[in-house]
């Protein structure tokens, strides 16, 4: 997709923007709090595999809300999601958000993966242009053990 520029009056929409930004940096801030902590407990083994949701689950609970629920958050088992990037780092929000034709949209995947889709956002009544949020949920690809490995060494 090719950004046709900035919108006017984005006052709503930057709120729902803010929102993503928080919640990501409010993630890592959580992850980091993690990884001190098992640096702190002397762990030395490969940190990646600490953050699979089945393992996460049980040793931080608290970690996220789909833990105490049983529930991944994407189409695969527990064992084998990995919770590290929950955050992806191919998501990108830099020029959000854009206009394309009347159509507003938030985020980019920045490798364009074959699972990324735009869902429609109908929570902004002021605004007459249908908004579109960058979903996710399809997309493995950050999730594997090997992503972790590889894109960012704990
Ligand atoms: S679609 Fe996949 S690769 Fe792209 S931003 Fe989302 S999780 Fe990351």
Known sequence: MVSQGKPK?????QVLVDKILKWRITF???RDNVLRKLKSDGFAGDLAKIFTFSHLKNKYP???PQYPKDETCHPIMEKDLNCYHCACPHYDLEDSPYEEGNRLFI????IQSKKHKYV???G???RKQELYILSCEDCLIPHTLSFVQQMDKP
């Open 124 to 126: 902004i009544h002021s």
């Open 9 to 13: 009056n984005q006052d709503e929409v």
């Open 120 to 122: 429609e956002h109908k």
């Open 107 to 110: 985020g980019r995947c920045m």
């Open 28 to 30: 890592k801030h959580k």
């Open 62 to 64: 608290d970690f996220c």
